[in-house]
């Protein structure tokens, strides 16, 4: 059973910056897209950030430019570098594993990132 741990969120200044780690296991990380949601109060779960076990990517436009993801196969670990916060950037970050032939799913329990001064 694939298990997926996210860590690093918290609080920060606008214009700070914070990196989120999600630790795989239970099952080979590069048979997985993974990837980083979003899910703001009363709004709907959304994706930040996605890499290819080959390291393809691709952002949401709100966050080109500020965010980068990116994933250590050795460590099977995924990370996303968060740069210049915004307050719009206040949400539950989840990680994504989605694997590549099933298509079925994993989520991590999210952690929450809030950026206030």
């Known amino acids: 059973q694939v298990q997926l741990v996210e860590s690093g969120g918290g609080l920060v200044q606008p214009g700070g910056s914070l990196r989120l780690s999600c630790a795989f296991s239970g099952s080979i990380l590069s048979l997985y897209t993974m990837g980083w949601y979003c899910q703001a109060p009363g709004k709907q779960r959304e994706l930040v950030a996605a890499i290819t076990y080959g390291g393809s990517t691709n952002y949401a436009d709100s966050v080109k430019g500020r965010f980068t993801i990116s994933r250590d196969n050795a460590k099977n670990t995924v990370y996303l570098q968060m740069n210049s916060l915004k307050p719009e950037d206040t949400a539950v970050y989840y990680c994504?594993?989605?694997?590549?032939?099933?298509?079925?799913?994993?989520w991590g329990q999210g952690t929450q990132v809030t950026v206030s001064s």
């Open positions: 994504n594993a989605l694997h590549i032939l099933s298509h079925w799913e994993y």
